[in-house]
Every structure is written in structure tokens, then in C-alpha cells.
């Protein structure tokens, strides 16, 4: 079994990739939309942190975190998002995947994958890098083809703050320019 080793930096800036069990294309639903919006709002009340961006896709979330000054742990915040969205979700009549035995075991539910990816964000231009992957990723992953034309991102709200132009992203090709760019962006990301 693979040792994952978290970076924990307090105060940090991180990027976050969080998986639907089995790839589940739930999130986009109105119901789990709410559940997450609330689950996460509630957890910024108890926990604080600020959500510098984020996209939500029908089968996993993408988003960057900005901790408080002294605090590193976002285990702690994601462990308590995803059961708070599971009630929510399952109490609305949600469905669930099948969990193993093992999970079902350990008291938890076929909703989430049970890990998360986390990146700590290494400089201004490695944040810029991972904003421009999210904002992409709705048209990399062919659900449109420009990043304004996504509803659940936090695309729109960079606009209204003149970080982008309404047609950045924009190739008039349907979106393989776009993914083109998108590669080039998440290699660079990668650096």
C-alpha cells in the first residue's frame, strides 16, 4: 500500500483534486451542488480558510486553499467537507457507490474516493499556472468550449475582479485550441 506523504505548510496555498467514488457524475446535480456549497461554507465557519478558486465537474472538484497563518491542516477540513456532503447527499436521496468491505468497515460511505491529491503552491507564478488549469478544465474535459461558458467556476468571479477578459480561454474552434492550451498549462504546472 502506497505511503502518501502530505505537504503541510501552515499558512500555505494548495491545490486540491477531490474524486467521486467510481467516478460518480453526481456534483453537478442541484442537490449535491448545495450539500457541497454548504458543507465547505460551514467548514470555512468552524476551520477558516479562503477558496482563491475553484471548479466543480460532475465527478470531482478541483480547487486551491489558502490555510491561516500557523495552520496546515487541510486533511482535517476535507475529511469533515466530505462527511458533511455525504449526509446531505444521502439524506436527499443521493445514491451511493457500492464501498468495500473495508470502507464499510471503517464507517464510510460509497460517496468519495477516500484519498485526496493535494500540491502546495510554490510561488505566484505556479498559482497562476493552477487557476489557469481550473478555469480550463471544463473545456479540456469537452463539457464546453470556453471556460465562461461553465457555470461552477470561480472563472466568472475573476472576471467581475478584471483578472480575466469574459473571452479569455475563447479559441472559436470548439475547444481543441483550448486543450492544447490546457496541456501546455498542466506540463508547466507540473514543473
Known amino acids: 500500500m502506497p505511503n502518501f506523504r502530505r505537504a503541510y505548510v501552515p499558512g500555505g496555498t ?3 483534486t477531490v474524486v467521486t467514488a467510481n467516478r460518480a457524475p453526481i456534483l453537478c446535480q442541484p442537490v449535491a451542488r448545495r450539500a ?3 458543507s465547505i461554507d460551514a467548514c470555512r465557519k468552524r476551520w477558516p480558510f479562503e477558496v482563491v478558486a475553484i471548479v466543480l465537474l460532475p465527478d470531482h472538484v478541483h480547487t486551491i486553499w489558502t490555510l491561516p497563518d500557523g495552520d496546515a491542516n487541510f486533511s482535517l477540513r476535507w475529511a ?7 449526509k446531505a447527499w444521502l439524506a436527499a436521496g443521493g445514491a451511493e457507490q457500492t464501498a468495500t468491505p473495508g470502507q464499510q468497515h471503517d464507517g464510510r460511505r460509497g460517496v468519495w474516493q477516500e484519498k485526496f ?6 510561488d505566484e507564478r505556479d498559482l497562476e ?3 489557469d488549469y481550473i478555469h480550463l478544465n471544463p473545456v479540456k474535459h469537452g463539457l464546453v468550449s470556453r471556460a465562461a ?4 467556476s470561480s472563472f466568472h468571479r475573476w472576471v467581475k475582479q478584471g483578472a480575466y477578459e469574459p473571452t479569455w ?4 474552434d470548439g475547444g481543441s485550441s483550448a486543450s492544447q492550451r ?3 498549462i498542466a506540463a508547466s504546472a507540473r514543473e
Open 14 to 16: 494548495f491545490f486540491f
Open 36 to 38: 457541497l456549497h454548504d
Open 80 to 86: 469533515w467537507i466530505k462527511k458533511e456532503f455525504t
Open 117 to 122: 491529491w493535494e500540491h502546495a503552491i510554490r
Open 129 to 131: 499556472r493552477h487557476i
Open 149 to 152: 461558458d461553465w457555470a461552477f
Open 169 to 172: 480561454g475563447d479559441t472559436g
Open 182 to 184: 490546457f496541456d501546455d
